[in-house]
């Protein structure tokens, strides 16, 4: 089955550790985007990478780091300067090219709490 | 800058009865426009998409999406609603040569009555 796998669905972490969330997917897709949902907030942009080695800043960068080493795998680091950490962590893949490159699949999520 | 607005944060319509979601959007082109579904706890699902072309757009699961050029919407529609369609929905929009990036809406909570 095709699809995109985070792992894993809930994690603790107190405050102060770095913590790196993990997206896979099969779909061969290119591009790839991490985005952090909180309630009343809709879905914000955090990075995203359009091809393997390259990757861009979203709107809200600050705290977070990512890696493109391969085109299956993206993983996100929640660093301890991100001043909130705590929030739902989606990750999505698209084809890269065309507008079907705006269709994006998106994983089950990980729910990050930091005490 | 653009931005996408879901007025409504929460309905509730009983089962059975018609659905409408309101998108309302701001950009200075034509954006590519899309509708996702989210259940509780889980990712999000892509219900439906409009690039160009016939205005009206249906997509999956029985649910239709109407563009507005003139009132920079594109809302959701459901002629009949089922329990299970209660979730979050988000509007987003697709911005032109910014790669594959969406802005998406605050949401809105649907809940069904029985």
């Known amino acids: 089955d095709g699809g995109i796998t985070q792992s894993p669905k809930y994690l603790f972490r107190k405050e102060g550790q770095n913590v790196t969330l993990s997206c896979e997917q099969n779909?061969?897709?290119?591009?790839m985007y991490w985005y952090r949902q909180d309630p009343g907030q809709g879905l914000r942009l955090i990075y995203y990478s359009q091809i393997v080695n390259d990757f861009q800043k979203g709107d809200i960068a600050e705290g977070y780091s990512v890696s493109r080493e391969k085109k299956e795998s993206f993983p996100l680091t929640v660093t301890s300067a991100q001043k909130n950490p705590t929030a739902f962590y989606l990750c999505?893949?698209?084809?890269?090219?065309?507008?079907?490159?705006?269709?994006?699949?998106f994983g089950p999520g990980t729910r990050l709490t930091v005490t | 800058a653009q931005s996408v607005t879901q007025p409504d944060i929460h309905i509730t319509v009983s089962e059975g009865a018609s659905l409408e979601l309101r998108c309302n959007y701001s950009?200075?082109?034509?954006?590519?426009l899309f509708w996702y579904v989210q259940s509780p706890g889980q990712g999000l699902q892509l219900l439906l998409k409009?690039?160009?072309?016939?205005?009206l757009v249906q997509g999956i699961k029985g649910f239709e999406a109407e563009f507005k050029r003139s009132q920079s919407s594109f809302n959701l529609r459901k002629p009949s609603v089922h329990w299970s369609d209660a979730a979050e929905y988000f509007c987003?929009?697709?911005?032109?040569?910014?790669?594959?990036?969406?802005?998406f809406g605050q949401g809105t909570e649907l809940s069904v009555k029985p």
């Open positions: 409009y690039f160009s072309g016939d205005t």
């Open positions: 987003a929009v697709g911005l032109y040569n910014q790669g594959g990036k969406l802005i």
């Open positions: 779909l061969n897709h290119d591009a």
């Open positions: 999505a893949s698209s084809p890269g090219t065309g507008t079907v490159k705006y269709e994006q699949y």
């Open positions: 950009y200075g082109a034509t954006p590519y």
